[in-house]
């Protein structure tokens, strides 16, 4: 079964430097361990890395026992839904690669909410 992206097509790599997803193969694939829904691939931002620690997630700090380096602004990375709508409804939402996040974001997330945010699509096809 291949793993579809929230546009109905193939899911494509999130990230590798550093190494993103749940399963830590770059991509924001899922399955039944990944309780969180790490299947929103985030373009990070200050704001975004701040807000989020505000809220017990640090995703800035390395966790070297994880094999985790900490994000800087500009990481791709594969957040939760959950805290990403925390952040979008806080106004501190990351940019959005939607060609890499995984459809089971749309479990937790409107499209349309993903699409505000999105950074690899054209707005229409004026634009391509």
């Known amino acids: 079964m291949v793993d579809r992206n929230v ?3 193939s899911l494509e790599p999130c990230g590798t430097d550093p190494v993103t997803g749940f399963y830590r193969d770059g ?4 399955g039944p361990e990944d309780l969180g829904s790490h299947t929103i691939c985030a373009v990070v931002t200050a704001e975004f890395l701040e807000h989020q620690r505000s ?3 640090d995703l800035g700090t390395p966790a070297p026992h994880y ?3 900490g994000l ?6 594969c957040v ?9 409804y806080d106004g501190m939402a990351a940019f959005v690669v939607l060609a890499s996040t995984h459809e089971r974001a749309l479990e937790i997330v409107p499209l349309e909410i993903l699409r505000e945010h999105a950074v690899d699509v054209p ?4 634009d391509l």
Request: aromatic share 10%.
């Open 72 to 77: 800087v602004p500009g990481d791709r990375w």
């Open 67 to 69: 094999g985790f380096p």
């Open 27 to 30: 991509c924001c694939t899922t």
């Open 55 to 57: 809220i017990g997630n």
């Open 80 to 88: 939760t839904a959950a805290n990403w709508l925390r952040s979008h």
């Open 123 to 126: 707005l229409g096809p004026g």
């Open 7 to 9: 546009l109905g097509g």
